[in-house]
Each structure stands twice: as structure tokens, then as C-alpha cells.
């Protein structure tokens, strides 16, 4: 694994699933690590606790992504506690799945809000403190649906497509100082959002995938810990499918 030795990560909803893969991998690599979630305490302290056993630095953070001056603060108490950020892996996400004719206001506000908002504020939050430290790395977590959409997921794969939108704009707007912005597009994953899947559904689902099975957690972390680190150096503006061969 390349090494992330001296580095320091913000990890959005790093208290389960993706996020929690994420923060094990990179603190694994040699980065210390910034946890931030919305409501999962318990959670996030289980990650910190194995973070903090590998003999890296681990802060948990509470905070609605959604709201900017919750993203404002993550990003403010990270360099207070680390000194820098030099990694942000944009993960915190939530479903509001139905379909577009039943699909409410609150729904589809709530996941634009978290997904495509929330990606925003804390992208905004970091820009300033990499640029000014001409460097830095940020992942952003789309989705294989905002690239193909799905149905039942409008407010989800419009989400996920201007996630897409902003990492190629942000990769052009903050590159000539350093910084480098991606985003990993997950297919089906196995973790607590898509765990509800009925067993006809699901079976279907797996047939589609031309590997022939759902991903794991660690399938995701292990892209994202290649794309921060300088192995990925000349990589910007770059979406990356992780999902057996589903949206081929
Ligand atoms: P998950 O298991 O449901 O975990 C979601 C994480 O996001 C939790 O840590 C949660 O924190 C946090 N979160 C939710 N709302 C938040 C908010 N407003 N502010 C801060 N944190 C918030 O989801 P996952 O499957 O790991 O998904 C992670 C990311 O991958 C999401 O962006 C998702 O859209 C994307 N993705 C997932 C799949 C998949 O198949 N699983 C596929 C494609 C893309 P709490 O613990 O505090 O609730």
C-alpha cells in the first residue's frame, strides 16, 4: 500500500459503511484521521477506538454536512487538532428512495441537501485552507446511478450526477494550485443503505453484475486510498467505477 505516512484526512460519515472502510484504510496507510457523522456516536467511536490502535491520531466530529457552518467547523477543527487537511473524502450520503410520482418535496430536498449540498459545503470549507497550502487531495463519493441513472432514485441520481458535475469543476478551478479532485462512483455495495433490498430484487441485481457478486466496503476504500495517495498524482477530474462490471 502506498504509504500516507504524516498525512492528515477528514472522512464525511466515516462512522459506518464506506466511510468507516475509508478511515481504516487511509489510518492503515499512515494518515491520521478526522471522523465526522451526523448522529451514529457509538459508531463513530468504534472506528476511532481501532484507528487509535493502529497508533494514529483520531478525531470524531459531529455535524450535519448540510448545513454550512456544521462543514465550516469540521474542516476549522481539524486543522486545530492536526495543524492541516491534506485529504477530504466527500462519503457522508443518505437514500430517499420512490418514485418520481410519489416522490415528496421533503425527499427530494433532504437528499440533494446531504448528497449534493453537503458535498459542496465541505468542498468549499477545504478549498481555502489547500489552496493556500498549494496542495491537497478530495474524493468525492458519486454513485453508478448519477452516470446511468435508476429508477425509483431520481432525487439520489440527480444527487450523484452534480456530485460528477462538481468534482470535474472543482478538479479545473482549484488545479494550477496543487490540489486534485476525483470521485469514485460505487455500484452495489453491502452495507447498512442498501441492506433493505428484497431477496427478488437482490437476486436480480447480482445477476447483473457481470463479477457476479455485491462489493464489499474495502473494494471502495482500496480506490479511494490509491487516488489520495501520490501514486494517483497526475489523476484529476477523474470518475472511477467500482462496481463489477455493472455499468459497463
Ligand atoms: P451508510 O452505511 O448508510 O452510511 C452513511 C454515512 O453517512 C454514515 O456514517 C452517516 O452517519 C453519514 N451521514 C448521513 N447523513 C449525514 C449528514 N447529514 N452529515 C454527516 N454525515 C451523514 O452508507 P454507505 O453505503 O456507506 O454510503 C456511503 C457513500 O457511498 C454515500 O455517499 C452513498 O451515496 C455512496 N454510495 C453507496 C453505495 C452502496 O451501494 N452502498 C453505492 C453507491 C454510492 P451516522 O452514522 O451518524 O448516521
Redesign the pocket.
Known amino acids: 500500500m502506498n504509504s500516507l505516512e504524516g498525512k492528515n484526512a477528514i472522512v464525511?460519515?466515516?462512522?459506518?459503511?464506506?466511510?468507516?472502510?475509508v478511515a481504516r484504510k487511509l489510518a492503515a496507510a499512515g494518515a491520521d484521521i478526522v471522523i465526522?457523522?451526523?448522529?451514529?456516536?457509538d459508531?463513530?467511536a468504534r472506528v476511532q477506538k481501532d484507528i487509535e490502535g493502529m497508533g494514529r491520531r483520531c478525531l470524531t466530529v459531529?455535524?450535519?454536512?448540510?448545513?454550512p457552518a456544521?462543514a465550516k467547523s469540521l474542516v476549522e477543527q481539524a486543522i486545530a487538532a492536526f495543524g492541516r487537511v491534506d485529504i477530504l473524502v466527500?462519503?457522508?450520503?443518505?437514500?430517499r428512495d420512490n418514485l418520481i410520482m410519489r416522490m415528496t418535496e421533503e425527499d427530494w430536498d433532504k437528499v440533494i441537501?446531504?448528497?449534493l449540498k453537503?458535498t459542496f459545503n465541505c468542498l468549499q470549507a477545504v478549498s481555502r485552507p489547500m489552496l493556500k497550502q498549494r496542495g491537497g487531495v478530495i474524493i468525492n463519493?458519486?454513485?453508478?446511478?448519477g452516470i446511468g441513472g435508476n429508477p425509483g432514485q431520481a432525487n439520489?441520481a440527480a444527487?450523484?450526477a452534480g456530485v460528477i458535475g462538481l468534482t470535474k469543476t472543482a478538479a479545473k478551478e482549484l488545479a494550477s494550485r496543487g490540489v486534485r479532485v476525483n470521485a469514485v462512483?460505487?455500484?452495489?455495495?453491502?452495507?447498512?443503505?442498501?441492506k433493505d433490498l428484497n431477496s427478488e430484487y437482490s437476486d436480480k441485481l447480482r445477476a447483473a453484475i457481470p463479477l457476479g457478486v455485491?462489493?464489499q466496503?474495502d473494494n471502495?476504500a482500496d480506490v479511494v486510498a490509491f487516488l489520495v495517495s501520490d501514486s494517483a498524482s497526475y489523476i484529476t477530474g477523474e470518475v472511477i467505477k467500482v462496481d463489477g462490471g455493472l455499468f459497463i
Open positions: 464525511t460519515g466515516g462512522s459506518r459503511g464506506i466511510g468507516a472502510a465526522n457523522y451526523v448522529s451514529g456516536a459508531s463513530a459531529a455535524g450535519d454536512v448540510s448545513v456544521d466527500n462519503n457522508a450520503g443518505v437514500t441537501a446531504v448528497n453537503g463519493m458519486a454513485s453508478v446511478v439520489y444527487s450523484k462512483a460505487p455500484g452495489f455495495i453491502e452495507t447498512d443503505m442498501t455485491f462489493g466496503a471502495v
